[in-house]
C-alpha cells in the first residue's frame, strides 16, 4: 500500500512536470539519468503553466498535499506571484463532490426521511468547496418557528481512507529520515508526523470542530476583534455540522475591503493581537488560519472585526511552553540575545552543553539586520532559513507541540503582509507580549493564584485541625520506624561488605594452593584450600 502510494505521488508530480520546479544546479547527474529513464511518466500537460499545473497536481494528490498548498500560498516573499495567485485557489476552490450525494449523507446523519424535515431552501449547488469537506446553504428550522440562514458542513465520502494510506506513506519516510539523514534525530521527523496525524484525524470529526468553534465563540464572545459563528450543536454529527451563516468579506479580496473603506492598519495590527490572545491569554488558538478561512465584517469598516470560520484544527500550549515563547519573543524584540540563548538552553530546546556565548552571536547574527523594517522590507522566510542552519549547527531539536504554532506565524505573516505591508510587527506584538509576562511574575500573579486556589482551600480547611493533630501522632511513630529501618539498611550493607571481603580472600587462597601444589609442596597447597573454604562459608551466611 504504501508503496504503491509513492508510486503514484511520484506519478503524479512527474506526469504535470512539476521537475522543471528543481533547478538544474540541484539536479545531479544520476537525478537526470533516472528522471530521463522513466520514460512512460512525460509530463501531460505541456500547454498549461507550471501554476496550473501545480495546482491541479496538488488537487489531485488528496487533502495532505492540498493543506500544504494553501499554506505556501500565504507565501508571497518566497515564491512568484503566478504560482502563489494558484496555490491561493486551493483555499476554497476544490472540485466539489456530487451535491445530491452531500444531501443523502445529511439525512442519514440527522436521521430525516428527507431534507425538508428540517431545512428549507436547501442548495445542493456548494457554497465552498475544500479539501477534507464542502459546505452547502439552507435556512434552519428552529424550535419557535422562525428559520435561520445556516451552512452544512460535510465530509467528503472516503477521504479517510486516502488520508490514512498518505499517514502511512510519511510514516514509512519519517522512520527512513530518522534513520539516515544526519540531521534525522534532531529533527525528530516521526514525532512531527505523529503530531500532524492527530491534527488531521482530528479534523476528520466534526463534532470535535464544533466543540472547538463553541470554545473559541466564547473566548472572544463580546469583543471587537474576532467573531466565531454560533453553531448549532443539536444538529452536529461526526460527519455534519450546521452552523450560522456569515456574510463577510474574504480576507483576502483586498480590492473589496479597501472599496467599503476598511481601517487597513487597524485590521492588520488585530490579526497580530488575535492570534498572540488566542496563544498567550487563552492557550487555545485557530491553527488553520490561511486566507480561505477567514473573514471580515462588513460592519464598521472603520473598527473591523474578523470573522473565523472552520476550526478543525486548533493548537495548545501547556504553561512551561507558553513561558519560555512569551519570555524568548520579548527577548527577541528587546535584543536581548544572551536571554534568548540562555531560554533555549533552560528549556531543552537546545543541549545542555550549549556554550551560550556562541549561540547567543550566531542568533545575532540573524536575526539583527530585520529590526526597525516595515514587514514590507523583511522576508521571514529567508530569515528562517537562516535559523534552520543554525539551528542545525547547535544541535537544536525540533519541538512537535510547537509545530501548529510555527504554521500559524507563517499564516499571520502572510495576511499581514497582503493587508499592511507597512505593518511594524515587533511594535504591535511587543506590548501585549510584555503586559503578559509581567501578568505571570510578581504580586499580580501571586494574587491570582492565591484567588484561583482560594475553593480548594476553602475546602479544606475544616479538615486542617484533624490532620495537624494525626501527623503530631504519627509523626514520632513514622521518625522511629524510619530510624529502624536505617539501621537494617546499614547493617545489610557492612554484611554485604564482609561477605565480598571473604569471597576476594577465598578466591585467592584457592588460586594460591593451586599454584602450590604444582611447583611446591602438597602440605601447604591442602592448607590453603582449607583456608579457602573456610572464607567461602564465610561468604555465603
Known sequence: MRISRFYQIQKTLLQFGLDELIPQQWQPWYARLARHSLFWLRNRHPDQPVGVRLRLALQSLGPVWIKFGQMLSTRRDLFPAHLADELAKLQDKVPPFDGQLAQQRIEQALELSSIEQLFDNFDTVPLASASI???????????????????????????????????????????????FLPDGKRLRPREVVQEYRKTILDELDLQREAANAIQLRRNFDGSDSLYIPFVYSDYSRANVMVMERIYGIPVSDIAALQAQGTDMELLAKRGVEVFFTQVFRDSFFHADMHPGNIFVSRETPANPKYIGIDCGIVGTLNAEDKRYLAENFVAFFNRDYKKVAQLH?????????????????????????????????????????????????????????????????????GLGRQLYPQLDLWKTAKPFLENWVKQQVGLPAIWRQVKENLPFWAEKL??????????????????????????????????????????TFAAACLISASIVAVFSSLPLAVGLLMLSAAFAIKALR
Not at 144 to 161: H, S
Not at 472 to 498: C, D, I, M, N, Y
Open 133 to 179: 469537506a464542502q459546505v452547502h446553504t439552507a435556512r434552519l428550522r428552529l424550535a419557535d418557528g422562525e428559520l435561520a440562514d445556516v451552512v452544512i458542513k460535510v465530509i467528503r465520502p472516503g477521504i479517510r481512507q486516502q488520508i490514512l494510506a498518505d499517514l502511512a506513506l510519511m510514516d514509512t519516510l519519517a522512520e527512513a529520515a530518522a534513520r
Open 345 to 413: 538552553v533552560d528549556s531543552g530546546w537546545v543541549p545542555a552543553h550549549t556554550k551560550v556565548e556562541e549561540f547567543e552571536s550566531a542568533i545575532r547574527t540573524v536575526c539583527e539586520p530585520i529590526f526597525q523594517k516595515p514587514l514590507v522590507e523583511i522576508s521571514f522566510g529567508h530569515v528562517l532559513l537562516n535559523l534552520f542552519n543554525t539551528a542545525r549547527r547547535f544541535e537544536m531539536q525540533v519541538q512537535p507541540q510547537l509545530v501548529l504554532l510555527q504554521k500559524t506565524l507563517l499564516y499571520i505573516e
Open 462 to 503: 475544616p479538615q486542617m485541625p484533624n490532620l495537624l493533630h494525626l501527623y503530631l501522632e504519627q509523626g514520632p511513630k513514622q521518625q522511629r520506624a524510619l530510624l529502624q529501618q536505617l539501621a537494617q539498611l546499614q547493617q545489610q550493607q557492612q554484611r554485604s561488605k564482609t561477605q565480598i571481603v571473604a569471597a
